[in-house]
């Protein structure tokens, strides 16, 4: 890691302007502003579809994953999907370690998934919280 890359993260309330403000500060600080992106180049680095890993995304209710995530006797897949199913550990660890190659690699600004708690021990990252 260069020791003068460092990591903005911005945790956010729906409507509290949060992914505006990581735009904003990415754009005069001149790195790179992760978001949504971070869905798809992590899908693309674990060989998922992206369309996979938007219906995990922060918005899916995640009630209705673990009652429809539960094992069927000894069968190594989900009732409802198959046996090509990946769990929400494994779409969290694949996000986790873009995360965290992207941070190692540059500056940036990453809002939302779970970066502020996945970078919790990263070296010069700065945490944000945005109120409604």
Same mark, same amino acid.
């Given at each position: ?25 990415? %754009? ?5 502003? &992760? ?10 680095? /674990? *060989?998922? $579809? ?34 090509? %199913? ?5 779409? &969290? ?10 941070? /190692? *690699?540059? $500056? ?25």
């Amino acid at each position: 890691m260069d020791e003068k890359n460092f990591v903005i993260t911005i945790g956010r309330q729906f409507g509290s302007g949060g992914r505006e403000l990581g735009k904003l500060l990415a %754009s005069k600080l001149g790195i790179a502003y &992760y978001d949504k992106e971070l869905l798809w180049e992590a899908a693309k680095s /674990a *060989g998922v $579809s992206p369309e996979f890993f938007e219906k995990s995304d922060e918005k899916f209710p995640r009630f209705l994953s673990g009652m429809f995530s539960f094992a069927m006797g000894y069968q190594p897949y989900n009732f409802y999907s198959g046996s090509t %199913s990946i769990s929400d550990d494994n779409l &969290y660890r694949a996000q986790s370690d873009f995360i965290n190659k992207i941070a /190692a *690699g540059h $500056s940036c600004v990453i809002v939302g998934r779970s970066a502020d708690y996945i970078l919790r021990d990263h070296p010069r990252c700065v945490n944000i919280f945005v109120h409604a």
